[in-house]
């Protein structure tokens, strides 16, 4: 017997509960399998949050729509891993600890690296784990017995090897470049990490005098602190205007200090004077000017943003500061010809907001060329697919404009660069460990670099350094390559592309287990070097008028607020429905409101079921191999739930095999709520109180119990709290297996399908709502019966009326039903559709007007849908690709349409 459920369904009672079930219980745990296990694979990598991260929607949206393809491939027999961690996210961490330090009164300076790293590992152990925490909470059914931290010694071991193995492919060198330079952080950040932004600024023009002459050469820029380090200035060979000043020099106002004019590309003709300043240390193009040239590279600008001693009279200044000095001396001096307004794309730190200081630094490289070169093959091979398709194009484009990669930072917390200085010859030595003494002198003082790995090195590596690399392992022969992986657009470059490079790099010539890999699906993929078979990129979360959220708008979306008051699967349910591959989500709490109410549906209809099954003392025949039980009996209820469920189910499962959650959510809404519990249940209740027949009721209630333990495995991936709930206590607790998530997920039977007993239910149905809507016009008492007549031209179409007049009686509030012979369609109040007209006799005068404005819009709504179905079957690509049975529908419809049409035009017309 079932174990009775609360008569009031509360989320917040249940969904601690079963996630502390399943993670104690280790459901999710994939122990490694043996040579000669042919399951099917499916592996996924949680892009892992943020250390210090908290759950946002971001984070609820990508965990939704994994969760629900795990939980979905687990019930389908694939041996799932989904494969949980944290990264150690260098630049916010130190930050983090930095700043409660200083609400300490410490600093990190005064307290050493070694004993600051030592406290940054306490508070990782205090508060590193709460986004784990959430996502316990929210049910995400991932490998807990193998989570990661990208900080664990076999992780870094294996960064270590990465960063070892480049360098001696010579693919990291070392040297001196423009970087962008966050002072706030203290770091070199690399071009992802900087954000753009136009702001109102300034352009300044400024007079060079040419040594020698009269003349002067002006030039224009929005940073005239960086003056100070001008060491030449360039003018374009082309440009006839300035010929005759090649090889000559000008004066540097402000400095004295003469410097060469040169002829190069990085001068366009057509821009400003045609002249430009070149600062070969504090702008990227003027770098690559000044290699040309053999320029001097003056950095006027410190790690600090203030005037170095190069800067002279402004040394010590904060930039800014110096550039209202320089513009106040240069007006002074009669250098400055003038000040335009300008719209200047300022770079800013994603993570400080500080704005951005080109600046040359001595910094570590990969030299990304040979990396990215197998990496834009594997996509172009079709060996990894990008969904969305436009992210491929995306893709490409940057893979194909890639500059070298700069992996170093100037922070304490990471992992720090294999590389040690000896202290006597200076010959830095990279190694996997410290070596005793240097190589090339003997020396024994060696000291290791300072600088850490950019965190996105670390976490590139992940597909494989979580199985074991670099040792090989029976982990990565069956679930490397991993199957999907599911991202933002946001980190397509920071992180996706990375993975690709190194996977197909130091996964080369890796070949998955030829069995697993055929019984995957992957058969005909030639590489397995690969980090992911395919990539999917989900939209982003906006609010409800599609901002996009931010902390200065003040509309960012707590994600646990909302299953605060809500529940976890009214939240899941609301993300799945409105995710529709590459259209973001406008996120509105009405939705969320409303799929409560779907959970409390089906609460109610569980109890519903528990009552009778209590009362009848019938059990529960379980379907654990997908292949679903035909109902016991041969009313035509049965019939059209069975086919309807059937039909759903292959519409669900194709919908979650091609991404596009929101109609898997929404086919199981429908069935579920508007099939089920509104139509079935109400038409069979009568079966279930049939005393006359005990049988009978049995028999009808076992039906109603099957297909509702169906519809729960059906709805599980996607509200995994709720339906583990009422199918546990469905078994009272003894269960075939330890929970829904192991059970089988429907697979359609093609058997039971029975479009003739749809077409017919959908004739009854439309029936009863004519009948409902009508007496809902005429304003008729809930507890009055009413008389009607029906027109049905086909035989068929009034046997079955006949055959179910206790359920149109019933559930349309009937006292009886007269079957007539001539069309009912011009009787005033009546309802027409192409298979009946129905007439309910009350005595109430019938609204014209209102009558004829509901005709009319009933005529427009028809007149669409005519134009749209002979657009389509108007259309021959259309017609040879579409499926038979479409096609037959659509033409089928259209019959229907022009009767619908006739009968509706002549009821308008005989109106008046």
Same mark, same amino acid.
């Given at each position: 017997?079932?174990?009775?459920?609360?008569?009031?369904?509360?989320?917040?009672?249940?969904?601690?509960?079963?996630?502390?079930?399943?993670?104690?219980?280790?459901?999710?745990?994939?122990?490694?399998?043996?040579?000669?296990?042919?399951?099917?694979?499916?592996?996924?990598?949680?892009?892992? @949050?943020?250390?210090?991260?908290?759950?946002?929607?971001?984070?609820?949206?990508?965990?939704?729509?994994?969760?629900?393809?795990?939980?979905?491939?687990?019930?389908?027999?694939?041996?799932?891993?989904?494969?949980?961690?944290?990264?150690?996210?260098?630049?916010?961490?130190?930050?983090? $600890?930095?700043?409660?330090?200083?609400?300490?009164? /410490?600093?990190?300076?005064?307290?050493?690296?070694?004993?600051?790293?030592?406290?940054?590992?306490?508070?990782?152990?205090?508060?590193?784990?709460?986004?784990?925490?959430?996502?316990?909470?929210?049910?995400?059914?991932?490998?807990?017995?193998?989570?990661?931290?990208?900080?664990?010694?076999?992780?870094?071991?294996?960064?270590?090897?990465?960063?070892?193995?480049?360098?001696?492919?010579?693919?990291?060198?070392?040297?001196?470049?423009?970087?962008?330079?966050?002072?706030?952080?203290?770091?070199?950040?690399?071009?992802?990490?900087?954000?753009?932004?136009?702001?109102?600024?300034?352009?300044?023009?400024?007079?060079?005098?040419?040594?020698?002459?009269?003349?002067?050469?002006?030039?224009?820029?929005?940073?005239?602190?960086?003056?100070?380090?001008?060491?030449?200035?360039?003018?374009? @060979?082309?440009?006839?205007?300035?010929?005759?000043?090649?090889?000559?020099? =000008?004066?540097?106002?402000?400095?004295?200090?003469?410097?060469?004019?040169?002829?190069?590309?990085?001068?366009?003709?057509?821009?400003?004077?045609?002249? $430009?300043?070149?600062?070969?240390?504090?702008?990227?193009?003027?770098?690559?000017?000044?290699?040309?040239?053999?320029?001097?590279?003056?950095?006027?600008?410190?790690?600090?943003?203030?005037?170095?001693?190069?800067?002279?009279?402004?040394?010590?200044?904060?930039?800014?500061?110096?550039?209202?000095?320089?513009?106040?001396?240069?007006?002074?001096?009669?250098?400055?010809?003038?000040? /335009?307004?300008?719209?200047?794309?300022?770079?800013?730190?994603?993570?400080?907001?500080?704005?951005?200081?080109?600046?040359?630094?001595?910094?570590?490289? =990969?030299?990304?060329?040979?990396?990215?070169?197998?990496?834009?093959?594997?996509?172009?091979?079709?060996?990894?697919?990008?969904?969305?398709?436009?992210y491929r194009q995306i893709y490409l484009n940057w893979m194909n404009n890639i500059h070298d990669w700069c992996v170093s930072r100037q922070l304490w917390w990471g992992h720090r660069i294999p590389a040690w200085t000896c202290d006597a010859c200076k010959e830095v030595t990279v190694a996997r460990e410290?070596?005793?003494?240097?190589?090339?002198?003997?020396?024994?003082?060696?000291?290791?670099?300072?600088?850490?790995?950019?965190?996105?090195?670390?976490?590139?590596?992940?597909?494989?350094?979580?199985?074991?690399?670099?040792?090989?392992?029976?982990?990565?022969?069956?679930?490397?390559?991993?199957?999907?992986?599911?991202?933002?657009?946001?980190?397509?470059?920071?992180?996706?592309?990375?993975?690709?490079?190194?996977?197909?790099?130091?996964?080369?010539?890796?070949?998955?287990?030829?069995?697993?890999?055929?019984?995957?699906?992957?058969?005909?993929?030639?590489?397995?070097?690969?980090?992911? #078979?395919?990539?999917?990129?989900?939209?982003?979360?906006?609010?409800?008028?599609?901002?996009?959220?931010?902390?200065?708008?003040?509309?960012?979306?707590?994600?646990?607020?909302?299953?605060?008051?809500?529940?976890?699967?009214?939240?899941?349910?609301?993300?799945?429905?409105?995710?529709?591959?590459?259209?973001?989500?406008?996120?509105?709490?009405?939705?969320?409101?409303?799929?409560?109410?779907?959970?409390?549906?089906?609460?109610?209809?569980?109890?519903?079921?528990?009552?009778?099954?209590?009362?009848?003392?019938?059990?529960?025949?379980?379907?654990?191999?997908?292949?679903?039980?035909?109902?016991?009996?041969?009313?035509?209820?049965?019939?059209?739930?069975?086919?309807?469920?059937?039909?759903?189910?292959?519409?669900?499962?194709?919908?979650?095999?091609?991404?596009?959650?929101?109609?898997?959510?929404?086919?199981?809404?429908?069935?579920?709520?508007?099939?089920?519990?509104?139509?079935?249940?109400?038409?069979?209740?009568?079966?279930?109180?049939?005393?006359?027949?005990?049988?009978?009721?049995?028999?009808?209630?076992?039906?109603?119990?099957?297909?509702?333990?169906?519809?729960?495995?059906?709805?599980? @991936?996607?509200?995994?709290?709720?339906?583990?709930?009422?199918?546990?206590?469905?078994?009272?607790?003894?269960?075939?297996?330890?929970?829904?998530?192991?059970?089988?997920?429907?697979?359609?039977?093609?058997?039971?399908?029975?479009?003739?007993?749809?077409?017919?239910?959908?004739?009854? /149905?439309?029936?009863?709502?004519?009948?409902?809507? $009508?007496?809902?016009?005429?304003?008729?008492?809930?507890?009055?019966?009413?008389?009607?007549?029906?027109?049905?031209?086909?035989?068929?179409?009034?046997?079955?009326?006949?055959?179910?007049?206790?359920?149109?009686?019933?559930?349309?509030?009937?006292?009886?039903?007269?079957?007539?012979?001539?069309?009912?369609?011009?009787?005033?109040?009546?309802?027409?559709?192409?298979?009946?007209? =129905?007439?309910?006799?009350?005595?109430?005068?019938?609204?014209?007007?209102?009558?004829?404005?509901?005709?009319?819009?009933?005529?427009?709504?028809?007149?669409?849908?005519?134009?749209?179905?002979?657009?389509?079957?108007?259309?021959?690509?259309?017609?040879?690709?579409?499926?038979?049975?479409?096609?037959?529908?659509?033409?089928? #419809?259209?019959?229907?349409?022009?009767?619908?049409?006739?009968?509706?035009?002549?009821?308008?017309?005989?109106?008046?």
């Open positions: 017997m079932p174990h009775e459920l609360p008569k009031s369904y509360e989320p917040g009672a249940i969904e601690a509960r079963w996630a502390e079930y399943w993670v104690r219980e280790k459901l999710f745990h994939v122990d490694t399998p043996p040579a000669g296990d042919t399951r099917p694979v499916f592996t996924l990598l949680l892009p892992p @949050p943020n250390v210090t991260g908290r759950l946002h929607m971001g984070h609820m949206l990508n965990q939704t729509q994994m969760d629900i393809l795990v939980r979905w491939h687990r019930m389908r027999g694939f041996l799932t891993l989904w494969l949980p961690g944290t990264d150690h996210a260098g630049i916010a961490t130190q930050m983090m $600890v930095d700043r409660q330090l200083r609400s300490e009164g /410490k600093s990190r300076l005064e307290m050493g690296r070694e004993k600051f790293v030592e406290r940054v590992w306490e508070w990782k152990k205090l508060y590193g784990g709460a986004i784990l925490d959430q996502m316990k909470r929210l049910g995400a059914s991932v490998d807990w017995e193998r989570e990661y931290f990208t900080m664990d010694e076999n992780l870094s071991r294996a960064v270590r090897e990465v960063f070892v193995r480049l360098y001696e492919q010579g693919l990291i060198y070392r040297g001196k470049y423009i970087v962008n330079w966050c002072a706030d952080c203290g770091t070199a950040i690399s071009d992802l990490e900087v954000k753009h932004e136009d702001v109102q600024g300034k352009l300044y023009e400024i007079r060079y005098p040419v040594v020698g002459s009269s003349e002067f050469i002006t030039v224009a820029t929005t940073r005239p602190e960086t003056m100070l380090g001008d060491t030449a200035v360039a003018l374009n @060979p082309r440009d006839e205007r300035y010929l005759h000043l090649h090889g000559k020099k =000008v004066l540097l106002p402000l400095m004295n200090r003469e410097i060469p004019i040169i002829a190069d590309e990085l001068a366009q003709p057509e821009f400003g004077t045609g002249a $430009v300043k070149v600062t070969p240390a504090h702008d990227p193009n003027d770098f690559e000017a000044g290699r040309r040239h053999n320029l001097p590279q003056i950095e006027v600008i410190d790690e600090q943003n203030k005037m170095s001693a190069n800067a002279g009279a402004y040394a010590g200044l904060d930039r800014f500061a110096a550039r209202e000095r320089v513009v106040a001396d240069l007006t002074a001096q009669g250098f400055l010809v003038g000040t /335009k307004d300008y719209t200047i794309a300022i770079g800013k730190c994603d993570r400080s907001g500080t704005i951005v200081e080109p600046r040359l630094s001595e910094q570590w490289f =990969v030299k990304i060329g040979p990396l990215a070169k197998k990496a834009i093959a594997a996509v172009e091979s079709g060996e990894i697919t990008i969904t969305p398709d436009n410290a070596p005793v003494k240097c190589p090339k002198c003997g020396g024994a003082k060696l000291e290791q670099v300072t600088d850490v790995l950019d965190t996105w090195f670390s976490s590139g590596l992940l597909p494989f350094t979580t199985l074991g690399w670099p040792e090989k392992t029976r982990d990565q022969e069956v679930f490397y390559p991993t199957t999907l992986l599911i991202t933002a657009y946001e980190i397509l470059f920071f992180w996706v592309a990375r993975m690709i490079m190194f996977g197909c790099h130091f996964m080369e010539g890796h070949e998955q287990d030829p069995a697993i890999k055929k019984a995957s699906g992957w058969a005909e993929k030639k590489n397995d070097s690969v980090p992911f #078979r395919e990539v999917y990129i989900h939209a982003l979360v906006r609010d409800a008028d599609r901002q996009k959220m931010s902390k200065t708008k003040g509309n960012v979306i707590d994600p646990l607020e909302i299953i605060e008051r809500f529940g976890t699967d009214a939240t899941r349910f609301t993300l799945a429905a409105m995710a529709a591959p590459g259209t973001d989500i406008a996120f509105n709490e009405s939705r969320t409101d409303g799929y409560r109410a779907f959970a409390n549906k089906i609460w109610n209809a569980a109890r519903f079921m528990f009552m009778n099954v209590d009362r009848l003392g019938t059990g529960l025949r379980p379907v654990l191999d997908g292949s679903e039980t035909r109902p016991y009996m041969d009313a035509l209820e049965d019939r059209w739930i069975a086919s309807r469920f059937n039909r759903v189910t292959a519409e669900v499962n194709e919908a979650l095999r091609t991404y596009r959650f929101h109609e898997a959510a929404n086919r199981i809404y429908d069935v579920f709520w508007g099939e089920f519990c509104d139509w079935y249940i109400e038409l069979i209740k009568p079966r279930l109180m049939e005393t006359a027949s005990p049988e009978t009721a049995k028999l009808a209630c076992e039906n109603l119990a099957g297909l509702f333990e169906a519809s729960l495995r059906l709805l599980h @991936p996607v509200m995994p709290f709720i339906t583990e709930e009422i199918w546990q206590a469905m078994y009272d607790g003894k269960p075939p297996v330890k929970s829904i998530a192991l059970a089988a997920y429907p697979a359609a039977d093609e058997s039971q399908i029975d479009l003739g007993a749809e077409t017919e239910m959908a004739v009854l /149905k439309d029936l009863i709502a004519s009948v409902r809507n $009508v007496r809902a016009e005429l304003k008729v008492e809930p507890k009055v019966k009413v008389p009607v007549e029906v027109f049905a031209q086909e035989r068929e179409i009034r046997s079955m009326i006949e055959q179910n007049r206790s359920a149109v009686e019933r559930l349309a509030g009937v006292e009886s039903i007269k079957f007539v012979e001539r069309s009912l369609a011009n009787r005033a109040g009546a309802r027409s559709t192409a298979r009946f007209d =129905v007439l309910v006799i009350y005595e109430k005068k019938i609204d014209v007007s209102a009558e004829c404005e509901r005709l009319t819009k009933e005529l427009e709504k028809m007149e669409k849908e005519i134009a749209n179905g002979q657009r389509q079957l108007g259309n021959e690509q259309f017609l040879a690709k579409a499926p038979a049975s479409v096609v037959e529908g659509l033409r089928r #419809r259209a019959e229907e349409l022009r009767v619908l049409r006739e009968k509706t035009v002549s009821k308008m017309k005989e109106l008046g």
